[in-house]
């Protein structure tokens, strides 16, 4: 039977995986280099295989060091979690936050689960609804956090993510290809008829609106079902389903900020820390446009 794996290998693996190089990697960790080098063989002896080619300008991983990547970072981003749940100290009180529905079942959940986790005592309330309403919660005192949209230049609030409404297409049905473009737009929406609309009438593009809905899930039902083309943000878009880019004569709808708002009533450590969650929910940036 193989040893079992020593953590602290498995982060100076990682390091010298990314900087390709055992000098570099030393610099970074406060180790000399012969220290992370008996530490990658010892690892390399503990697994039975080769993990790095060694070579003058540096190492590359192997195949067998490629496949362990990913299940290092795993161990010890489960490790980090845990000291950090373990260290934080008990938060309680409620929490007040208000989502727009892109991101409902994308991005938060797994950030309100985890913080769900860490402080099982905080009571948080979601308010799923558009931009303008949780605003509006906001300044009333009725939400402590609002993530909201905002295409304005003078932004209010903390710019967590760039993320750009696009036209969207479903990749079986070949709708946009239609004279006039079925679009499925919100209903009774300033935001639809100054941005989506405008966008396709400043390029001269015939179009009917073939389906009106109240929520994205429905602008979502009916791209999918080959009813129309819809606007989506573009993290958002939905398996099976292609962003419309320049080459196929759409323009951008807008390229709107994703905010962080917080409420001037009232301010706790579980709002920070919730705030803080949120903050790094949308550090992966979003997805580039296809071409």
């Known amino acids: 039977m193989h040893e079992p794996i020593e953590s ?12 390709s190089n055992f000098s570099a990697a030393a610099q970074r960790i406060g180790r000399t280099q012969s220290a992370v080098s008996t530490q990658i063989k010892r690892l390399e002896q503990t697994i039975g295989e080769c993990l790095f080619e060694r070579g003058a300008r540096g190492v590359l991983l192997t195949r067998q060091g490629i496949q362990l990547v990913p299940y290092a970072r795993r161990v010890i981003d489960l490790l980090n979690e845990a000291a950090a749940t373990i260290r934080s100290k008990p938060l309680d009180g409620p929490v007040r936050i208000g989502i ?16 769900a986790v860490r402080h099982p005592a905080v009571e948080v309330t979601v308010s799923c609804d558009y931009t303008s309403r949780n605003l509006a919660a906001l300044e009333r005192d009725e939400l402590d956090l609002a993530v909201v949209f905002d295409w304005s230049d003078q932004t209010k609030g903390e710019v967590i993510c760039i993320d750009p409404t696009v036209w969207v297409t479903s990749m079986v049905h070949r709708l946009h290809d239609l ?40 602008l979502k039902n009916a791209l999918t079902a080959g009813l129309a083309v819809t606007t989506l943000s573009r993290s958002s878009i939905p398996p099976g389903c292609r962003e419309l880019t320049a080459e196929d004569g759409f323009p951008p709808v ?8 917080r409420s001037t ?17 949308f550090q992966p940036t979003s997805p580039p446009p296809m071409t």
């Open 265 to 281: 009533y009232r301010s706790t450590e579980a709002i920070r820390e919730l705030a803080e969650m949120i903050r790094e929910a």
């Open 254 to 261: 807008d390229s709107s900020k994703v905010v962080l708002r």
């Open 179 to 218: 004279d006039p473009l079925p679009i499925a737009t919100y209903r009774n929406s300033t935001w639809s008829r100054d941005f989506a609309l405008r966008s396709l009438e400043q390029i001269g593009r015939n179009y009917r609106i073939a389906f009106i809905a109240d929520t994205g899930s429905g």
């Open 8 to 19: 602290d290998l498995l982060r100076t693996f990682l390091v010298v995986a990314e900087t």
């Open 100 to 115: 727009p529905e892109e991101y409902s079942q994308t991005v938060l959940p797994a950030a309100l689960a985890a913080f």
